[in-house]
């Protein structure tokens, strides 16, 4: 078993492994049948199916909506099924991680909807109580789809690309769009809202709010420069576990690209009076594209890097 984060090879270059082939299809294999046992749950209706509410689900953007637990539920269970058997059979059949692009696109990018970004939001309030299930079940998803895209991804080539750091910086820089506006308003000075929305966000609570997300975005901006400088790498003179920085950035990326759709389907039912309450969460869409371009770059890029820096550190000792 190749081990995790450390250096494989011996006299010759180091080689360094990044992720434990069997831990990302054994999380991957269990993901799936863990799945198909939900879906088996949904089909002899059980609580939690997602995909019912189909009023609250068009409005946050839903591309499935309205299905039937039964048969959905059932369908659902076979994937899971077909997941699994897929996962074991990867030692024998590498080739057949090909297959995890396709269902790593659906579930990161067709399942999620507005209501992703939402529950995490209330998060950020400390009101758990007001996730909803369906979200819970968005997340459950978006999970599988890192863990079928680390699938498919292994074995790749660790060149980075040339588009890398010009596309970090913008994903960077996107978010100050949405936080500036909210820094104002938390601060005193609402700006571009109608009226029942400037008293919502000049209470205590409002500006608190506005104030939590504006930190949010901006510090999410500076850590996402962390995808193209050397402390996104190694810090500390250690690398840094290329997953550290990759599973939170892809679950943002996934969060902001799906809240992002939604905003830019119901662009032509806003407000024009309460422009600044919409017009900065346009950003959603190209803040997750960018993100998540920009991770897929460093996930590229961080083991050339560390391979480079401990090269040079050996032939320093030598």
Request: hydrophobic fraction near 50%.
């Amino acid at each position: 078993m190749r081990p995790s984060g450390r250096y494989a090879g011996d006299g010759a270059a180091p080689t360094l492994v990044i992720m434990d082939e069997r831990l990302v299809r054994t999380a991957t294999g269990g993901w799936s049948a863990a799945t198909a046992a939900a879906g088996l749950t949904w089909a002899a209706g059980g609580p939690g199916f997602p995909f019912d509410d189909h009023e609250r689900a068009v409005r946050m953007g839903a591309v499935l909506t309205g299905l039937d637990p039964l048969p959905t539920g059932l369908v659902i269970a076979a994937l899971g099924v077909a997941g699994a058997v897929l996962t074991a059979l990867l030692p024998r059949h590498p080739r057949l991680r090909i297959a995890g692009w396709p269902v790593a696109v659906a579930l990161l990018l067709v399942l999620p909807d507005g209501r992703l970004l939402l529950a995490a939001g209330e998060l950020l309030m400390l009101r758990g109580d007001r996730v909803e299930a369906a979200a819970m079940a968005q997340a459950w998803f978006a999970a599988g789809g890192v863990c079928w895209a680390a699938v498919a991804h292994r074995g790749r080539s660790a060149d980075a690309p040339s588009w890398g750091r010009p596309v970090t910086l913008l994903a960077a820089a996107l978010p100050l769009v949405y936080a500036v506006p909210r820094a104002v308003w938390a601060a005193g000075h609402p700006f571009g809202l109608d009226a029942a929305t400037t008293a919502m966000v000049s209470s205590p609570a409002g500006r608190t709010r506005e104030l939590v997300f504006a930190c949010a975005a901006t510090g999410g901006g500076l850590l996402t420069l962390g995808l193209t400088q050397r402390w996104g790498t190694r810090m500390l003179r250690r690398p840094v576990p290329p997953l550290l920085a990759v599973v939170p950035a892809t679950a943002v990326a996934v969060m902001l690209t799906a809240a992002g759709v939604t905003m830019w389907r119901g662009l032509g039912q806003f407000d024009p009076a309460n422009w600044a309450a919409w017009a900065g969460n346009l950003v959603w869409l190209p803040w997750g594209v960018t993100l998540g371009l920009a991770t897929w770059a460093y996930r590229r890029r961080a083991p050339a890097e560390d391979v480079r820096a401990h090269t040079s550190e050996g032939g320093k000792k030598g």
